[in-house]
């Protein structure tokens, strides 16, 4: 006896699809097979026309922190609805700056103790990065503390009043590589962007179509360039994230190719796949991102090197902003960040695989699979037995369209406003517990839970 069986549906995995049961017993997956297989269930689940795939895992939000207005409770509830059983976020070393309001420095494992205690009304799982945000030698004492804690990744960035000169990042690629841990870098070149920030508040440049001007593409290539030669001098593991244009992601694309998988993955973001800087115009400061959303052959561009396999995962950057905080005068005043974690299977989906012809084994190897071995967690990202019932149950042929109004993230708005797709989640599962039925949260706050995660082998 098991006390469930999603019955009727065709499982995805990383290589194939498969007309088969699931069997859960528990927060575990117990069996994947044909029904005269399956063992007796307490309860049974039809997913006869859907597809039953695992659920997504986005290594890269910000959540209830100065780069997010949502809380743990309105962030995990709208990554439930889309599809999403884990996510990672960050623990922020605190700095003293225009950009928060702490009042004093802090460091990396305090980040850790504040997001957990912030966590506890989670419905999905989550993770945590570390976060480097200043030059003081001192989180060199508590970086094993912090890869002991679960996090083995550490955030590093190029630009912003955090941003770290190349001579400390140097070192902290020494220091990461001797912990097998690695480096999660934002790049873009800050000189460039801030120079030319700053021209354009000198001339007045205030509209939204102004913007990725500001931080315009071989800015973040520069960037990635030096920082990448840095990790790999080192022999630290780099993992490039929101690569967002055709010129940053040929760069890493080399470093891969000298060095291999095992030393360089790399992510771009749904919005890159789906939306050109057209968007502006369009919307305003809503879609003000970081970096910008580029070009049309940008877009081409992170689909060629995501079937090459130079970008191995598909996240979302999700930010929990208000209008209100989006809609200034002069873009340079607005708030960076957009939401994105109900829409990002149904929208990545529907581009992918709908218009694209992309596979749904390539679906969960970017949305799901590559996440988990990269980002350490090795009982999630598949439906084999033994691991965690992390499941998405999906419609593929449910057209709908996009609004903000079905939100339940605190943001107001989505970039996606009034896009049509087809593809809809219909059910999600957390460790055997149903989260997300047919639109609606149906678990607890605080079933999700801590998830620590180990330093993986990224040779597969």
Request: one cysteine or more.
């Amino acid at each position: 006896m098991v006390e469930t069986l999603i019955q009727g549906g065709t499982v995805v995995t990383p290589t194939d699809t498969i007309e088969a049961d699931v069997a859960i017993d528990g927060e575990r997956i117990v069996a994947v097979g044909d029904s005269e297989s399956m063992p007796e269930p307490a309860r049974t689940i039809d997913a006869t026309g859907s597809l039953v795939m695992p659920g997504v895992i986005d290594p890269h939000v910000h959540i209830d922190d100065m780069f997010s207005f949502d809380t743990y409770e309105t962030a995990t509830k709208a990554a439930a609805l889309g599809g999403t059983t884990t996510y990672i976020d960050f623990a922020w070393q605190a700095w003293v700056g225009e950009m928060t309001d702490w009042e004093e420095p802090g460091t990396i494992l305090e980040g850790i103790e504040r997001k957990r205690a912030k966590a506890e009304d989670a419905v999905v799982d989550y993770g945590l990065h570390g976060a480097i945000t200043r030059q003081d030698p001192a989180v060199f004492e508590e970086l094993e503390a912090v890869v002991d804690a679960g996090v083995p990744s550490i955030k590093l960035f190029t630009a912003y009043e955090f941003g770290l000169e190349n001579g400390f990042m140097d070192r902290v690629f020494d220091a990461l590589a001797d912990l097998d841990a690695f480096a999660v870098l934002h790049t873009e070149e800050a000189t460039i962007c801030d120079e030319r920030t700053a021209r354009f508040q000198e001339e007045g440049k205030g509209d939204p179509e102004w913007y990725p001007k500001s931080r315009p593409d071989y800015a973040e290539a520069i960037a990635a360039d030096a920082a990448a030669r840095m990790a790999m001098e080192a022999g630290c593991r780099y993992y490039g994230i929101h690569t967002s244009c055709r010129q940053s992601a040929e760069v890493l694309a080399d470093y891969r190719e000298e060095y291999g998988p095992e030393m360089l993955r790399a992510e771009t973001c749904t919005h890159y796949t789906t939306l050109d800087d057209s968007i502006f115009e369009e919307l305003g400061n809503l879609p003000m991102i970081a970096p910008p959303i580029r070009k049309p052959d940008d877009i081409e561009a992170m689909f060629e090197h995501l079937a090459a396999g130079t970008l191995d995962v598909v996240s979302t950057d999700h930010c929990g902003y208000t209008k209100e905080s989006k809609q200034v005068d002069n873009w340079w005043d607005s708030k960076f960040g957009a939401n994105a974690l109900q829409t990002n299977l149904p929208v990545f989906h529907d581009e992918a695989v709908n218009r694209r012809g992309f596979s749904y084994p390539f679906l969960v190897r970017a949305l799901s699979y590559n996440p988990a071995r990269i980002f350490g967690l090795p009982g999630k990202g598949t439906l084999d037995p033994g691991t965690d019932a992390d499941i998405v149950i999906f419609d593929p042929d449910e057209t709908y369209t996009i609004t903000a109004e079905d939100n339940a993230s605190v943001a107001d708005f989505s970039i996606y406003e009034g896009r049509e797709v087809t593809g809809r989640v219909t059910r999600t599962f957390v460790r055997g517990e149903l989260v997300a039925d047919d639109g609606e949260i149906v678990a607890d706050n605080g079933h999700g839970e801590f998830v620590e995660r180990e330093s993986t082998d990224w040779a597969f």
